[in-house]
């Protein structure tokens, strides 16, 4: 999938993702962010003109404006996920590549910008290369043990727990902290602590014995809370459009104008459109919420 999004852009902007993987010193890092600070900022109307442009004509010309001005915007999201252990580079090229996913998912006519679309795909791919780089969240893919990952070295410090091997008492306050299964808390502890290099180790061989976790700025939204938000909402949108689609046309349309439309249209407006009673429209509207509601949930659940 991904190497069918990548062929489907124009080439500038192949290379674009190809410099930015090729970035290994801090020279050639300064070159391409350089270079990107030199395309421009687009306007909200001139988004919407360019993403119309290639998502009804396949305009390569309009769809290499739109990603260019927005590969600035990857290199600031990267720089938050900078003490990851994970090259600076690899994170702006997972940055690309959730931009480019989000150029070929967009849909200019729902009513959003494409940056904001875009800030969540960026973030969702820098995520991925995260974990992936990471051997024990093979197999911790749980939300609850993603939680523990990205926030167990914040936990302790706020508990005030410095032993490196946690009792049980230890595991389950930050169990509690965490609101997470004390079962996770232990498993996740214990491959945290079993790899040679881990986030707890010294930034600097020069450092107070601070560890890179504890480097971090505190003053963000809290990284766990933000990718679980992210991937509850790409994966709401994924289920929201496939069973959207499964509906009959008119409960489809019905359901969309009344539901997920802005301003939202009146049972009167509906009734002239189609024919039919005001009440007739509500049942209607009724019913195709109820069937889309139930698909979601019953989905989301296997």
Do not use: C
């Amino acid at each position: 999938m991904k190497k069918q999004i990548k062929n489907a852009l124009p080439v500038v902007q192949n290379q674009s993702l190809v410099a930015a993987r090729g970035v290994n010193d801090e020279t050639s890092l300064a070159q391409y962010i350089q270079r990107i600070q030199k395309f421009p900022i687009l306007s909200a109307e001139q988004e919407y003109e360019y993403a119309t442009k290639w998502v009804k004509d396949g305009d390569k010309d309009a769809a290499e404006k739109l990603v260019a001005s927005h590969l600035r915007m990857v290199v600031s999201v990267a720089y938050d996920f900078r003490n990851y252990g994970v090259p600076f580079a690899d994170l702006i090229a997972s940055g690309n590549m959730g931009l480019m996913q989000a150029l070929q998912k967009f849909d200019p006519e729902r009513g959003f910008r494409f940056s904001t679309y875009a800030m969540f795909w960026i973030r969702a791919e820098i995520y991925e290369t995260i974990l992936q780089n990471w051997s024990i969240v093979k197999i911790g893919t749980s939300a609850n043990q993603k939680r523990v990952f990205f926030n167990l070295a914040r936990a302790k410090r706020a508990l005030g727990i410095m032993d490196g091997t946690l009792s049980d008492d230890q595991t389950k306050q930050i169990a509690d902290y965490l609101n997470v299964p004390e079962t996770d808390v232990r498993r996740m502890s214990t491959r945290l602590g079993a790899r040679d290099v881990s986030l707890n180790s010294p930034a600097r061989s020069d450092d107070d014995g601070r560890d890179m976790l504890s480097n971090m700025s505190d003053d963000k939204h809290n990284i766990q809370d933000d990718m679980e938000q992210l991937e509850f909402r790409r994966r709401g949108y994924e289920l929201l459009q496939k069973h959207l689609a499964e509906l009959p046309e008119r409960d489809r349309e019905i359901l969309r104008a009344r539901r997920l439309s802005d301003p939202v249209a009146t049972l009167e407006s509906l009734s002239q459109k189609y024919g039919i009673s005001r009440e007739r429209v509500r049942q209607i509207e009724e019913r195709a919420y109820n069937k889309l509601r139930n698909a979601i949930l019953t989905e989301s659940k296997e």
